[in-house]
């Protein structure tokens, strides 16, 4: 399964924001179940990015 071209956006985007931030990206990964995108920075932010490319941290979407 591939990500979609919303969710490859957003992981860009959030990539960009975490290492201009000097935060380590410790896990990303494509729940083939959920299709969404998990990712895990600094060993305690927890995002969850959905299939059409919104993003969600601490159960608020951007």
């Not at 895990?40 to 608020?60: A, C, H, M, S």
Request: charge should be negative.
């Amino acid at each position: 399964m591939k990500p979609t071209i919303a969710q490859l956006e957003t992981l860009y985007r959030v990539c960009i924001m975490a290492s201009n931030l000097l935060q380590d990206i410790n896990m990303t990964r494509l729940d083939e179940r959920t299709k969404c995108i998990y990712m895990i920075v600094n060993d305690t932010i927890e995002i969850e990015i959905e299939v059409d490319g919104r993003l969600r941290y601490e159960n608020i979407e951007f």
